[in-house]
């Protein structure tokens, strides 16, 4: 076990040494920075092969459908088809298209999605930097692709892409506030930004089980930010064909799917570090156990994607404004208090758990009797609508 | 509660995907060996059940229309069409056409086309028939590569022999 713990570590520090052997320190040092580098890369792209084939097997299991099988055994070099069908097609820019800015999108909607994998703790010890400002690294980078959205929706020239890229500003904007204020009630707890600090922390109990309302609130704020179903309305199919990357394809268009894929893994990670206690748990590596709490993770949101419809875009921003943002308030502040009053230890997390319990009860109590009261008006006013015309037929 | 349909629906799609895994397990080799579309084809709630098209078929139900076949005399193994045209006459999209020589008892068939281009599968011309002579076949892949969408007598012989029927009805399980 011991060996399998330190298997990547190990194999780093022989390389290390391979090149201490005839580099000087400041070189060698300098190879394993780009090597670090280059592995996180290859993890993302690795990711993204791996997760669009899951993807596509989990929701035709859902649908009682075989999903791909053709291209190898059990279709699992499909991803390896797709990729290289991605890269061999043509690359179309539109006429009319706002060129270098319809050139940089797809750069910039992807280095900030790899740079994301630095603060990632993949276990113990696995990580590509720890930085004591990690959660605000997250946030800030993960501003940046709004920005690259919305070039490309707007240089296209197209109308649904910059319906789209509209859409994506009004629902990432929105989803931002409540992440991050969920994120805090984190660094509340654990007493630290850093990533690895946070899954210190978790050492005894994982967040999920102190503050699960911010568990809740990150989880439907993170699948806001991935444009995952049920808030995939800016890139939705059948209604503005493909939102923001409309007029994109070959490689550019491959490098928007490859974001949103590393984006996917990345976010599913997050989660993992925040609140499912990161690489910790007993027996099996470090590394491992990152993995499978990850692709349980990436699981229950592909498991969401193959359930839920579609909210509409009033919707998603009132869920955002009305629901989301007040609950995640309500729950940094109820931490906060907590924090302050007691003592770390079991008597600070009963109370937490309890507490966000009942928070979340009456919340969605809240939400249950709002929507009940929409629906009652809906109703009134139809029939009233339904009086007045035959009103007006009978006085005609 | 709110957001009580999400987990109900939830429950649903988590059931129907653990559902074709628990059947494949439960009848491991015989679902995807040969055959194992019969395995599938039966009614149940859960499970997977597509038909992997060009490697496996679905057998067709035995009143199925496909194309036109000309029959064989059981015995003699001679095609039991006697050249009187009253399948040419019964057709009405004009997909048969016969080439006959001679009169009254010397009557012969020269040859016999079917087109399938025209053919609507209405079967009037089987109902016609008084000679046992022809029948629908539950050929379906009936496109071609090229505009040659007549069949000739030997064609439809062919057909005949593949399904090994004999007589009008007999494939569809109905004595006339």
Known sequence: ?396 | MYGEGILKGLWVTLKHMVGTFVKDIKKFPRRYARGGILERTEYDLYGIFTCQYPEERYEMFPRFRGALMQLRNAETGEPNCTACGACERACPHGVISLEVEGKGKERVLKAYRYNLARCVFCRLCVESCRFDAIEMSHEYELSRYSNDFILEMDDLLALGDKYDVHKTGEAWGVSE
Request: glycine fraction near 6%.
């Open chain 1, 1 to 396: 076990m011991q060996i399998l713990e330190n298997l990547w570590i190990d194999i780093a520090q022989w390389i290390r040494g391979l090149f201490d052997s005839f580099l000087p320190q400041w070189a060698a040092q300098l190879v394993m920075d780009v090597l670090g580098i280059l592995l996180l890369i290859v993890i993302g792209i690795v990711a993204v092969l791996a997760f669009t084939y899951m993807e596509r097997k989990v929701i035709a299991r859902v649908g009682d459908r075989i999903g791909p099988n053709r291209a190898g055994p059990l279709g699992i070099f499909q991803a390896i088809a797709d990729a290289i069908k991605m890269l061999t097609k043509e690359d179309v820019t539109p006429t009319n298209a706002d060129r270098w800015m319809f050139l940089a999108a797809p750069i910039l909607i992807i280095i900030p999605a790899v740079l994301l994998y630095a603060v990632l703790p993949f276990g113990r010890g696995m990580v590509g930097v720890d930085v004591n400002i990690a959660v605000v690294f997250v946030v800030a980078l993960g501003a940046i692709p709004i920005l690259s959205m919305l070039m490309a929706g707007w240089a296209s020239d197209n109308k649904y892409a910059l319906l789209g890229a509209f859409r994506t500003v009004a629902q990432l904007l929105s989803y931002e506030i409540p992440m991050a204020i969920a994120l805090l009630t984190v660094v509340l707890l654990a007493g630290t930004m850093s990533t690895v600090g946070i899954v210190g922390a978790q050492s005894s109990i994982p967040f999920i089980l102190v503050t699960p309302a911010a568990f809740l609130v990150y989880f439907l704020a993170g699948l806001a930010e991935l444009n995952r179903t049920p808030f995939d309305l800016l890139e939705a199919d059948s209604e503005i064909v493909a939102g923001y990357f409309i007029e994109y394809s070959g490689m550019k268009f491959a490098m928007f799917f490859l974001a949103e894929f590393i984006n996917f893994f990345m976010m599913a990670g997050m989660i993992t570090t925040l609140f499912l206690g990161g690489w910790q748990w007993p027996i099996l590596p470090s590394w491992l156990w990152f993995l499978i709490k990850t692709i349980a993770v990436i699981f229950v949101i592909m498991w969401i994607r193959d359930t839920v419809p579609r909210i509409r875009i009033d919707q998603m921003l009132s869920f955002a404004w009305k629901a989301l943002v007040p609950v995640a308030l309500a729950n940094l502040f109820l931490v906060a208090f907590i924090a302050k009053l007691l003592e770390p230890g079991w008597l600070r997390t009963v109370a937490a758990f309890g507490s966000n319990i009942v928070l979340i009860g009456i919340a969605l109590l809240l939400l249950g009797r709002a929507s009940r009261r929409r629906k009652e008006r809906a109703r009134e006013a139809g029939e009233a609508a339904v009086k007045r015309y035959y009103a007006s037929a009978e006085s005609d």
